[in-house]
């Protein structure tokens, strides 16, 4: 049963959209509790831990979006998560011999050495971001974590 009383009582009458507004609401709460308690979601919670939606930022194409969403939730197209569930027979790492994992892909993997010169040349430039982290570039930088990041 979905909760009206998160409808604004100031009008006389209640209309389509006010429950529609209240179904959305109650929904999202009762799936928010059960992110918070599930063990099964655990490590998706530690990386987005709402389920609000999120703005799709300043992505120039849906593509671009997805990919950002992948590496934020570890479900991503590299070896290590493919392995994982089985989808190819494929070695788990990289060409480089290390664990294909988003960390390693976008910190450490030397065969992206000037991919990563370059991305954090623009990063520095664009946010002033000098010392990266899987969180700091999977993250939005809004005020809450850029001081702890700026060097």
């Given at each position: 049963?979905?909760?009206?009383?998160?409808?604004?009582?100031?009008?006389?009458?209640?209309?389509?959209?006010?429950?529609?507004?209240?179904?959305?609401?109650?929904?999202?709460?009762?799936?928010?509790?059960?992110?918070?308690?599930?063990?099964?979601?655990?490590?998706?919670?530690?990386?987005?831990?709402?389920?609000?939606?999120?703005?799709?930022?300043?992505?120039?194409?849906?593509?671009?979006?997805?990919?950002?969403?992948?590496?934020?939730?570890?479900?991503?197209?590299?070896?290590?998560?493919?392995?994982?569930v089985g989808q190819t027979n494929a070695i788990e790492s990289c060409n480089c011999g290390a664990p294909e994992m988003?960390?390693?892909?976008?910190?450490?993997?030397?065969?992206?050495?000037?991919?990563?010169?370059?991305?954090?040349?623009?990063?520095?430039?664009?946010?002033?971001?000098?010392?990266?982290?899987?969180?700091?570039?999977?993250?939005?930088?809004?005020?809450?974590?850029?001081?702890?990041?700026?060097?």
């Open positions: 049963m979905y909760n009206l009383s998160a409808v604004s009582w100031q009008k006389d009458k209640v209309d389509y959209a006010d429950v529609k507004q209240a179904a959305y609401k109650s929904t999202r709460n009762k799936w928010q509790r059960r992110l918070e308690i599930s063990e099964r979601s655990r490590d998706h919670y530690e990386k987005i831990p709402t389920t609000k939606h999120s703005i799709m930022y300043d992505f120039p194409t849906k593509r671009h979006f997805s990919i950002f969403a992948q590496l934020r939730t570890g479900y991503t197209e590299l070896n290590y998560y493919k392995n994982r988003p960390h390693h892909f976008l910190l450490e993997c030397p065969c992206y050495e000037n991919e990563r010169e370059d991305m954090l040349h623009q990063i520095s430039k664009e946010v002033g971001v000098r010392n990266l982290n899987l969180a700091t570039m999977l993250t939005r930088l809004d005020g809450e974590n850029t001081e702890e990041t700026k060097a």
